[in-house]
């Protein structure tokens, strides 16, 4: 199963809408994702060849450089994204492809860590993907990446039921066994993500031959919810789900 992917990235609303949440960092990305993403990398990226799969604007390839990364290829299909990517960098080392992650090609065994964060859940043929970045990496080469979670992607309405007060009640879940598409509004109507459970996250990397290392489900901690009291509803069900891997 293959589709055309979509690159709502590139649509100017979206976009926009996209560049604001991460500017005033509003998002989960900064309290939850990344520092959970973080957490499961190598404890030195000196010298590694890292592969970045839907790397936006490019922040983890700088970080990566910053803490000694030999070189980064960072792979996205938007181009909006990768202009953007490309002014907030200024390093030779950094080389930013326009490609989506299933057609992106490279010589096998040529990586020793992949990371991609939060752009899986955009990729219609999950285990074609991962079967693929398994061969670009080289023996001992690792594999870490983050979703939205299964328990957030199943109803395309990603809502909390809420009482007639608009306090959420609970977060409603259906179809989980229902794998496929969901199409969401998210700054623009109909964005296309693909949902599929834990059991397909967590299989398809053995499938592929990888060796599973860690699952995260991040949770705020009770800092971040004293500073952000929003936070504290992303205890109630996990917003991301997280795995690091490696083949032997
Ligand atoms: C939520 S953003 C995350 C960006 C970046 N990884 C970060 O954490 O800041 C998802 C990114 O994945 C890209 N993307 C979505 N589908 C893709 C695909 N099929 N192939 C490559 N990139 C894709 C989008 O263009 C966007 O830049």
């Known amino acids: 199963m293959s589709e055309t992917p979509q690159n709502v990235y590139d649509n100017p609303d979206f976009f926009a809408g996209y560049k604001e949440l991460r500017r005033v960092e509003s998002g989960l990305n ?34 990566a450089r910053s803490r000694g990364a030999g070189r980064v290829t960072a792979v996205d299909v938007s181009r909006r994204m990768l202009e953007e990517a ?3 960098t200024a390093d030779p080392e950094i080389q930013y492809v326009e490609a989506s992650i299933e057609d992106f090609d490279a010589t096998p ?6 990371v991609s964060s939060l752009a899986f859940h955009y990729v219609c043929d999950y285990s074609a993907a991962i079967g693929r970045i398994f061969r670009f990496l080289a023996p001992g080469g690792r594999l870490v990446f ?37 199409r969401t509004k998210w700054f623009v109507d109909n964005v296309v993500k693909y949902h599929r459970t834990v059991e397909t996250y967590v299989n398809g990397l053995v499938a592929a031959g990888f060796v ?8 705020p901690s009770p800092e971040s919810i004293a ?3 929003d936070l504290e509803r992303h205890r109630r069900r996990p917003p991301f789900l997280l795995l690091a891997a490696h083949r032997n």
């Open 109 to 114: 065994g040529s990586f020793d860590l992949a």
């Open 227 to 229: 500073a952000r009291p």
């Open 86 to 88: 490309r002014r907030r």
């Open 30 to 63: 900064s309290a939850l994702e990344i520092p959970a993403l973080l957490r499961m990398l190598p404890s030195s990226l000196a010298g590694l060849r890292i592969l970045d799969l839907g790397c936006g604007f490019g922040d983890f390839a700088r970080l």
């Open 212 to 219: 599973l290392d860690r699952l995260e489900e991040p949770e």
């Open 146 to 182: 983050s979703v939205e979670h299964p328990i957030c992607t199943a109803r395309p309405e990603q809502e909390w039921c809420c009482s007639s007060e608009g306090v959420p009640l609970h977060w409603p879940v259906d179809r989980y066994r229902d794998e496929g598409v969901r």
